[in-house]
């Protein structure tokens, strides 16, 4: 059962299909391509978007990292700043606490000298006191000349005794 071309159901379907397409295509072919072009600009709208806002968002990072870069540079400095002042700090408490020790030292220095100067002056009233003694005891028996100088010589010796004791 041969059938011929024309008699063909397939032929016909074919042959519609194209006169379809000769008669309505170019009706159809304008808006289905202005479909297609709408389309079309709306990716690359949405693609120059994208860019845009990837640019933006790299140079948002870029100026991220540039700040954290400055803040972690100005925390260094502030860090060794601290340390230069906390190292100044020490080297001045040490300078006070060593002009404080030799104040202390001075003030102690200062009393053992009013010390001894009070000694020297109680040894001084002592030995003046000896002398009077000596003097009124000479006075007082009337000696002669020769046992008045042994009773003196006696007395200048006896001076270094008594100013130990005193």
Same mark, same amino acid.
């Given at each position: ?91 001045? =408490? #040490?300078?006070? &606490?060593? /002009? %404080?020790? *030799? ?5 102690? @220095?200062?009393?053992? $000298?009013? +010390? ?10 002592? =030995? #003046?006191?000896? &002398?009077? /003694? %000596?003097? *009124? ?5 009337? @000696?002669?000349?020769? $046992?008045? +100088? ?10 270094? =005794? #008594?100013?130990? &004791?005193?």
């Amino acid at each position: 059962m041969e059938t011929s071309f024309w008699s063909d159901s397939k032929t016909w379907v074919a042959i519609s299909f194209f006169v379809f397409f000769i008669v309505f295509g170019k009706k159809l072919w304008k808006p289905l391509a202005a479909l297609l072009d709408s389309r079309a600009d709306l990716v690359r709208a949405e693609l120059e978007e994208a860019a845009r806002l990837r640019r933006e968002a790299e140079n948002m990072l870029r100026d991220a990292q540039l700040q954290r870069d400055r803040a972690v540079e100005d925390a260094q400095r502030l860090v060794a700043g601290a340390q230069a002042e906390a190292e100044r700090l020490a080297v001045a =408490a #040490a300078q006070d &606490a060593e /002009t %404080a020790t *030799r104040r202390r030292e001075q003030m102690a @220095l200062d009393r053992i $000298a009013a +010390a001894e100067k009070a000694a020297v002056d109680q040894v001084r009233l002592t =030995a #003046a006191d000896l &002398a009077t /003694t %000596a003097a *009124r005891e000479v006075i007082a028996e009337g @000696l002669s000349p020769g $046992a008045d +100088a042994t009773l003196i010589d006696t007395a200048i010796r006896q001076l270094p =005794a #008594a100013l130990r &004791a005193a």
